[in-house]
Structures are given as structure tokens and as C-alpha cells.
């Protein structure tokens, strides 16, 4: 069993930044894939980034050239820098992880979800 546990959420005006982090406990030996999903109101959850053991990364267009995700193997923690932040990065932030190259949802492990809110 793994445990996902996020903090650095907040509420930040338009141009800002936040960083979260993720940290995995229990199981994690195993854990291929981390990243993270937004779901705003209204919305389905979404893919913003992900990567893996080997660091290999994936990013959703709308945050391309604004976030950065990044992970430490040693402290099985996964980070995701927002730079440029916009309002509509304005949702529940949710950590996953995956013990294959890429996160299905439906298969991965999850966190509880930190919001982050961006004023304009």
C-alpha cells in the first residue's frame, strides 16, 4: 500500500508561484510514475504533469513553459513548480502515482488533494 501526502497549496494572485510536494510512504519501492491531476469546479480531473523513475516527463499543453515537475527518488517525493500562474489553474491539485510508466487513473494511487486558488 502506498500513502500520497501534498502540501503548498494556497491562494496566490495571477503571476505568481506556488510549489507543491508530494511525499509517498508504505510501498513505494515499486512506484514508477508520480505526478499530478487538477480538477477544477464543473470540471473532469486532468492531467498537468507526470514523471517518471528514469525522469522522463509529460505535460499538459496549458501548463507547458509555465510549470515544472520534478522528483526526489531518494525521499520518494515529487514536486511541481507553477511559475506564471493564471486563474485557471485555479482547482484541487492531486498527487498520483503509478507502478508502470504512466498514470491511468483508474490504477493509480492518490493523495487527498491540496486546492490552489488564483485570484486575478
Known amino acids: 500500500q502506498v500513502q500520497l501526502v501534498e502540501s503548498g497549496g494556497g491562494l496566490v494572485q495571477a503571476g505568481g508561484s506556488l510549489i507543491l510536494s508530494c511525499a509517498a510512504s508504505?510501498?513505494?519501492?515499486?512506484?514508477?510514475?508520480m505526478g499530478w491531476y487538477r480538477q477544477a469546479p464543473g470540471k473532469q480531473r486532468e492531467l498537468v504533469a507526470s514523471i517518471t523513475r528514469g525522469s522522463i516527463t509529460n505535460y499538459a499543453d496549458s501548463v507547458k513553459g509555465r510549470f515544472t515537475v520534478s522528483r526526489d527518488n531518494a525521499k520518494n517525493t515529487v514536486y511541481l513548480q507553477m511559475n506564471s500562474l493564471e486563474p485557471d489553474d485555479t482547482a484541487v491539485y492531486y498527487c498520483?502515482?503509478?507502478?508502470?510508466?504512466?498514470?491511468?487513473?483508474?490504477?493509480?494511487?492518490w493523495g487527498q488533494g491540496t486546492q490552489v486558488t488564483v485570484s486575478s
Open positions: 498520483a502515482a503509478s507502478l508502470s510508466s504512466a498514470i491511468t487513473p483508474g490504477r493509480a494511487y
Open positions: 508504505g510501498t513505494t519501492f515499486s512506484m514508477n510514475a
